[in-house]
């Protein structure tokens, strides 16, 4: 069941939660080139010993002796062509020679680490751009495919292409939404609108056992997706596995913001929080309530936090926090080093020239964090191969993105430049100078091992920058919003967490000491520690809502058609 000591395999080589927000500022990719280019004219020597090497790795690929080989991981390069086909052999193997001869060569440059960093990640943008798989020409298995359908796959690819040119705003689909239908076989779980103003919609789901618990949950989600990651199929249902396990469980659903919506910020939104807050306190008749937030939702929560904190407002009980960044550092990844001061005063301006980010923007600069993965792989399905993307409820989700507020962007932007979280007392929003050292409330903060978006040891900063004496933090193996869905009965699921009982110390390398692997899911574990603080049981409400808020639409709601 337990095994000591973690093994955290796969961990993401490039990531930041703010890279989709501020993006790569054309200065700032020219900029990055025109430093390897002086770098390396600086050092005629270095150049030459570097391109020697490359030529020697070419003269082995053209005599058939060269051992250059993907790693067994890499899927471009599964097909036995790429072993055995010789032109297909040497196409591949001169991509991996410039690949490697690439790494070396920045390696040998003098660069601090932040230059090195910003120099592999923009290179590798380029490789991966440049793979022979990414051209119907060298790709065997598009060609095979192309033949065993009669050409027909190219056709379809065209279509696939024209459509997403049409639709899509010219990025590549990542997935086939025609299976999904909100509230058919997606977000089923029943329940109903007990609120709506004109920012959020609040969603009071029904009690599936005899008696809940006094204290209810609250969630928060980020502004960036829609709330139904809450409630994707049944067996993922972080929503149902609260409310069979007798949680009152409250989700907030915020509004797609339209260019006019553009003028709401952090202020605005910590106030629809308390307005939340408010309404499940009258529905509930209960004077605590246990919030959770994720990503940029555990933003708004912890200003949320330190808001009510100041105001001497104790209503808030326990808090959960999952893959949340409070406390970047410019070394966490590589795609962190792509974050300038120049790039976020771009971004700022960009933000307010057009009162909102658009959804397909922000889903840009994400899939630029892994293009590999979100970009070149759904072009050869796509394009190469003829195939639909496939149908998969998390795909769907997260493309069904929003937009996003300038004027919260700008917020985000300047919470993390002035490094807000971490410097108590340094900065005034929402009415208050945010201070997390006056949150006393139990906390339990999660990050994913293989997070593409918010760095696991980013995340665990957090642990140290609230004032409360009990935190727990917990390590899911997986990936940013996989690290959250992993329900029990996944084969695959793992956590780790500690060994001791004591809150967790400054340095993650000390807690990763102490810490053991379980075998399981993390919500069992989680529910356990939200059960013990979330008071006394009590027999289940007949009816959603109350007289002051009524059950309207069912949920999801309406927002989330928007």
């Given at each position: 069941?337990?095994?000591?000591?973690?093994?955290?395999?796969?961990?993401?080589?490039v990531?930041?939660?703010?890279?989709?927000?501020?993006?790569?500022?054309?200065?700032?990719?020219?900029?990055?080139?025109?430093?390897?280019?002086?770098?390396?004219?600086?050092?005629?020597?270095?150049?030459?010993?570097?391109?020697?090497?490359?030529?020697?790795?070419?003269?082995?690929?053209?005599?058939?002796?060269?051992?250059?080989?993907?790693?067994?991981?890499?899927?471009?390069?599964?097909?036995?062509?790429?072993s055995?086909?010789?032109?297909?052999?040497?196409g591949?193997?001169?991509?991996?020679?410039?690949?490697?001869?690439?790494?070396r060569?920045?390696?040998?440059?003098?660069?601090?680490a932040?230059?090195?960093?910003?120099?592999?990640?923009?290179?590798?943008i380029?490789?991966?751009?440049?793979?022979?798989?990414?051209?119907?020409?060298?790709?065997?298995?598009?060609?095979?495919?192309?033949?065993?359908?009669?050409?027909?796959?190219?056709?379809k690819?065209l279509?696939?292409?024209?459509?997403?040119?049409?639709?899509?705003?010219?990025?590549?689909?990542?997935?086939?939404?025609?299976?999904?239908?909100?509230?058919?076989?997606?977000?089923?779980s029943?329940?109903?609108?007990v609120?709506?103003?004109?920012?959020?919609?609040?969603?009071?789901?029904?009690?599936?056992t005899?008696?809940?618990?006094?204290?209810?949950?609250?969630?928060?989600?980020?502004?960036?997706?829609?709330?139904?990651?809450?409630?994707?199929?049944?067996?993922?249902?972080?929503?149902?596995?609260?409310?069979?396990?007798?949680?009152?469980?409250?989700?907030?659903?915020w509004r797609?913001?339209?260019?006019?919506?553009?003028?709401?910020?952090?202020?605005?939104?910590?106030?629809?929080?308390?307005?939340a807050?408010?309404?499940?306190?009258?529905?509930?008749?209960?004077?605590?309530?246990?919030?959770s937030?994720?990503?940029?939702?555990?933003?708004?929560?912890?200003?949320?936090?330190?808001?009510?904190?100041?105001?001497?407002?104790?209503?808030?009980?326990?808090?959960t926090?999952?893959?949340?960044?409070?406390?970047?550092?410019?070394?966490?990844?590589?795609?962190?080093?792509?974050?300038?001061?120049?790039?976020?005063?771009?971004?700022?301006?960009?933000?307010?020239?057009?009162?909102?980010?658009?959804?397909?923007?922000?889903?840009?600069?994400?899939?630029?964090?892994?293009?590999?993965?979100?970009?070149?792989?759904?072009?050869?399905?796509?394009?190469?191969?003829?195939?639909?993307?496939?149908?998969?409820?998390?795909?769907?989700?997260?493309?069904?993105?929003?937009?996003?507020?300038?004027?919260?962007?700008?917020?985000?932007?300047?919470?993390?430049?002035?490094n807000?979280?971490?410097?108590?007392?340094?900065?005034?929003?929402a009415?208050?100078?945010?201070?997390?050292?006056?949150?006393?409330?139990?906390?339990?903060?999660?990050?994913?091992?293989?997070?593409?978006?918010?760095?696991?040891?980013?995340?665990?900063?957090?642990?140290?920058l609230?004032?409360?004496?009990?935190?727990?933090?917990?390590?899911?193996?997986?990936?940013?919003?996989?690290?959250?869905?992993?329900?029990?009965?996944?084969?695959?699921?793992?956590?780790?967490?500690?060994?001791?009982?004591?809150k967790?110390?400054?340095?993650?390398?000390?807690?990763?000491?102490?810490?053991?692997?379980?075998?399981?899911?993390w919500?069992?574990?989680?529910?356990?520690?939200?059960?013990?603080?979330?008071?006394?049981?009590?027999?289940?409400?007949?009816?959603?809502?109350s007289?002051?808020?009524?059950?309207?639409?069912?949920?999801?709601?309406?927002?989330?058609?928007e």
């Open positions: 069941m337990a095994q000591d000591g973690p093994t955290l395999e796969g961990e993401p080589e990531t930041m939660a703010l890279g989709p927000l501020v993006g790569l500022a054309r200065e700032d990719f020219v900029g990055a080139i025109a430093m390897l280019l002086r770098e390396t004219a600086s050092d005629p020597g270095r150049a030459f010993k570097h391109a020697q090497s490359f030529s020697e790795d070419v003269v082995q690929i053209m005599t058939g002796k060269s051992e250059l080989a993907p790693n067994p991981k890499d899927r471009r390069f599964m097909d036995p062509a790429f055995f086909n010789p032109f297909y052999k040497a591949m193997q001169y991509f991996l020679a410039v690949e490697k001869g690439t790494k060569w920045i390696e040998d440059l003098e660069l601090d932040l230059e090195r960093d910003r120099a592999s990640f923009i290179s590798q380029i490789i991966d751009a440049l793979a022979p798989t990414n051209s119907f020409a060298l790709n065997p298995m598009a060609q095979k495919r192309a033949i065993d359908s009669g050409g027909l796959s190219l056709v690819g279509r696939n292409a024209y459509d997403d040119m049409v639709n899509n705003d010219f990025m590549v689909s990542q997935v086939d939404k025609k299976p999904f239908e909100l509230g058919e076989n997606i977000a089923t029943p329940g109903a609108v609120y709506r103003d004109e920012m959020f919609e609040l969603i009071q789901y029904q009690p599936s005899e008696e809940v618990y006094e204290i209810p949950q609250l969630t928060i989600p980020p502004q960036i997706n829609k709330m139904y990651i809450n409630d994707l199929s049944p067996e993922k249902s972080v929503v149902k596995f609260q409310v069979d396990n007798g949680i009152q469980t409250f989700v907030i659903s797609n913001p339209s260019e006019n919506m553009g003028v709401w910020g952090m202020d605005e939104y910590v106030d629809a929080c308390v307005r807050l408010d309404a499940v306190q009258e529905i509930t008749g209960s004077d605590t309530v246990n919030v937030g994720g990503c940029s939702g555990g933003q708004t929560m912890s200003v949320l936090l330190s808001k009510l904190a100041a105001e001497k407002d104790d209503r808030i009980g326990a808090a926090m999952m893959v949340c960044v409070l406390e970047p550092k410019p070394g966490d990844t590589e795609a962190s080093s792509l974050i300038s001061e120049n790039g976020i005063a771009l971004a700022k301006q960009r933000a307010k020239r057009q009162g909102v980010i658009e959804a397909s923007s922000l889903a840009r600069g994400f899939a630029w964090l892994r293009p590999n993965d979100l970009i070149w792989n759904y072009v050869i399905n796509n394009y190469l191969m003829g195939e639909d993307p496939p149908a998969f409820d998390v795909l769907f989700w997260n493309a069904d993105a929003t937009n996003l507020s300038a004027t919260l962007m700008g917020d985000f932007l300047d919470l993390f430049e002035a807000a979280y971490a410097e108590p007392g340094t900065f005034d929003i009415g208050h100078s945010l201070d997390l050292t006056n949150v006393k409330s139990d906390m339990f903060i999660l990050g994913g091992v293989t997070d593409h978006i918010t760095p696991w040891r980013a995340c665990y900063r957090s642990t140290q609230f004032g409360s004496k009990n935190v727990e933090f917990v390590l899911s193996q997986s990936g940013h919003m996989q690290a959250i869905l992993n329900p029990p009965g996944n084969p695959k699921a793992k956590y780790f967490k500690s060994k001791k009982k004591t967790p110390p400054a340095s993650v390398e000390k807690w990763m000491e102490d810490t053991e692997e379980v075998q399981n899911s919500w069992p574990y989680w529910m356990e520690w939200l059960q013990s603080r979330s008071g006394e049981e009590k027999p289940a409400p007949a009816k959603l809502g007289k002051a808020n009524k059950p309207s639409d069912p949920a999801p709601g309406t927002y989330v058609l």
